[in-house]
Structures are given as C-alpha cells and as structure tokens.
C-alpha cells in the first residue's frame, strides 16, 4: 500500500494510540512521527487531514500553549474508568483463565492510548481466586449460543476431575448426551448450561462439556424452562429443587448479610426490638444450609415445616459423620 495515500489512516492511528488530553503533540512532533513512517508530509496537508479526521467524526483537539499548538483526540468508546472496571472484572472473573486473562487486558488496552494503556495494568489483590484451567469454554459458550438461536438440539461429551487433576469422561463406556439447550447461567462465578433431557430440565458445567455439536434437530421441553427462575435458583447452586418461599428469622445485626445476598427488593418485617423477619424464594440445597450454617444462631428457618426437616437432616448426618470418626 502506498503510504502517501493511506497518510490519513497512519495520522489517525498516531492521533489514537499516541495522544489523549494528557499527552498531546505539537505539528513538528507529528511530522516527525510520520517521518519515521516514512511518509513524508507538508505542514498544510497535515491541517487538511486534521480537518478530514474532523469531518469524518474523529474530533481532533486544538490547544495554544504559548507559541505552540498542541493536537489531541479524546474520541474513544470507552473512558479510562470504565476499562479499569472491566479488567478488574477479568481478572476476578474465576472462568476466565490465566492466559486469556491477560489476552482480554491486553485488547482492552488497544481502545485507549499507549500511555493510558499502562494504567490499566491493574496491581488488584483478589483474595482466594482459582482461576479455571479450561480454555476451550469461550468456544463452547460461543457453540452453545449459536444452537440456543437455531433451536437447535445438541450432543456432547461430559468430563469430571480425576485424583491425577485430568479431566476424564464421565461414564465408561462414555456417554453421548443429547440435550436440548434452553439458557446460560453464571452461578458461583461458574458458567452453566440449562438444557432439556429425559424428561426434565437439567445442570451441566459449561467447562466439562467437550465435542459440542449442533445437530439441528428442534429442541424439546420449552415448557419445562422457566427463566425467572433463575434468578432464585441461582442463589444457592444449581440444584434442579423445587422453587420454595422460606421464611427466615434472624439478629437485626444481620440484615446486612440477607440484603447482600437476597436483594434490597425483600420485604423486612420487624418482629421485637432484637429480630427481624423476612421471606425469600429460592430452591432448596446443601448450598443454601451451608450458608446458614455458617452463620450460627443468629438466624434460622421458620417455614415451610418441610425446609426446616430437610436442614434439621441435614444438620444431624453432618454430626453423625464426625461422630462416627471421632466417637
């Protein structure tokens, strides 16, 4: 490509990756700049350009500081604030790996310039982050949209982790499942394919699905699929329960915790100076007794009498296992 005519585009590219409002160039650096590109340019057909950039929408900034002036351009999708958030959530995000956490960065930082890039080379502690080590499952979410759009059904195979920290196929002989996909969920900061089989909505990790394939055939089970449940379902794991109203009561120091983990929208009912009431929907699972186990008296299920049966089990086969070691 002849360099003289694409002059414009190499101008735009210096404007883009080398300037912002704190690094800006006088004419004589910009000429110098496309010297060393071997584009030898006229100051007046510089100011031409500049105009074209203009009128093309890419807005070039003009400031006088003493005798000189100053060129610039701030025309970016994103502002500096916005692209540290973003790569703060890659770096906490648990399905993204190492390496392509550090390919997201680092593309991340081509929309702003080189000097501006370098801010976004985050020193961010994230406490007690495993990272996945699966880098096929950009390309399975990718695959598995795809059939979602079509309406298509789809077969895989399922792996699980081995003593040795290798993933190996789930049954031997293995299995060739065929499922019709209805919705992505992230839960737990891991990824989740909602799909239909045998008769019933089912869970399958994203990452430990391998030989996705479209098989075109229409999926099945819409009816089955709900996505508004989801949203409570996804609190505590994903568990295929039944979607139950629990009630909880609870210490008033602990309405902190339940906002966080349930949302501002729930109702808080007051019951004495010290507690408080509330009631949420979720699907009942060893996640969500965990989590109520951990925070001790301070808060217990009050209903429906089946959900503090299945705890109050729950509770008693954890001791029983400790008991029977330790007698």
Not at 28 to 35: D, P, R
Not at 52 to 65: C, H, R, Y
Not at 238 to 256: C, D, H, I, P, R
């Amino acid at each position: 490509m002849d360099k003289k005519n694409a002059r414009q585009l190499y101008l735009m590219r210096l404007f883009l990756e080398e300037t912002d409002e704190d690094h800006r160039l006088s004419m004589e650096e910009i000429i110098e700049k496309l010297s060393g590109m071997d584009i030898d340019v006229k100051r007046r057909a510089i100011y031409d350009d500049i105009d074209a950039l203009d009128d093309f929408g890419i807005t070039i900034q003009k400031e006088k500081s003493g005798r000189n002036t100053y060129y610039f351009t701030e025309d970016r999708a994103f502002e500096i604030p916005e692209l540290k958030l973003l790569v703060d959530s890659v770096q906490a995000s648990r399905f993204i790996t190492e390496r392509k956490s550090r390919d997201l960065i680092k593309k991340l930082g081509t929309l702003v310039s080189k000097p501006q890039a370098k801010e976004l080379q985050r020193q961010v502690v994230i406490s007690g982050r495993v990272k996945s080590m699966n880098e096929s499952i950009y390309y399975n979410v990718d695959a598995l949209n795809r059939a979602i759009n079509n309406d298509s059904q789809i077969s895989f195979d399922y792996m699980q982790w081995d003593l040795n920290k290798t993933l190996v196929p789930k049954h031997i002989p293995p299995k060739k499942y065929i499922v019709s996909p209805w919705g992505l969920v992230i839960n737990e900061e891991n990824y989740y394919l909602v799909g239909y089989e045998g008769d019933t909505i089912k869970h399958y990790r994203v990452d430990k699905m391998v030989h996705i394939k479209a098989l075109g055939t229409p999926r099945q089970g819409k009816e089955f699929y709900h996505e508004e449940d989801y949203k409570k379902k996804s609190i505590f794991g994903m568990y295929g329960g039944k979607v139950l109203s629990v009630t909880l009561q609870a210490e008033n120091s602990m309405v902190g915790i339940i906002i966080d983990r349930f949302g501002r929208d729930i109702r808080i009912k007051p019951i004495s100076n010290t507690h408080f009431e509330t009631v949420v929907d979720i699907a009942i699972s060893p996640q969500f007794f965990g989590w109520l186990f951990g925070l001790g008296p301070c808060i217990r299920i009050t209903a429906p009498d089946d959900a503090v049966k299945q705890f109050l089990e729950f509770g008693n086969n954890v001791m029983s296992n400790y008991t029977a070691v330790h007698n």
